[in-house]
Nanobody, 127 residues
């Protein structure tokens, strides 16, 4: 069955970097736009970034623009989220997910219409 496996989370100091990976199996990434979303303890899920399946158009929530970069390697069937200049507000469980189509939503912040998603990876940023 479709599987998404996230990795790369961990504990980092404020200002540090992490690179999350999301390995997909039983489908190819070029079928869907791919999303990273996160959920902090006691808070609602929030969209972080999206990459379309065609020209690789990207969308980011405003609080991560300029700090996070989404990318994908179709040959490896893997999506990445490079996170730089992390701050404690970025602490959350991070998940990758498929959308139900090829294009990203114009606004990612409250987008929740996922197709498949993984188990997540914890990111903790200490001050």
């Amino acid at each position: 069955q479709v599987q998404l496996v996230e990795s790369g989370g961990g504990l980092v100091q404020s200002g540090g970097s992490l690179r999350l990976s999301c390995a997909a199996s039983e489908f190819t990434l070029d079928h869907y736009a791919m999303i990273w979303f996160r959920q902090a303890s006691g808070k609602e899920r929030e969209g972080v970034s999206c990459i379309s399946n065609g020209d690789g158009t990207t969308v980011y929530r405003s609080s991560v623009k300029g700090r996070f970069t989404i990318s994908k390697d179709n040959a490896k069937n893997t999506v990445y989220l490079q996170m730089d200049n992390l701050n404690p507000e970025d602490t959350a469980f991070y998940y990758c997910a498929t959308t139900r189509g090829a294009a990203c939503p114009s606004k990612i912040d409250d987008f929740h219409d996922y197709g498949y998603w993984g188990q997540g990876t914890q990111v903790t940023v200490s001050s």
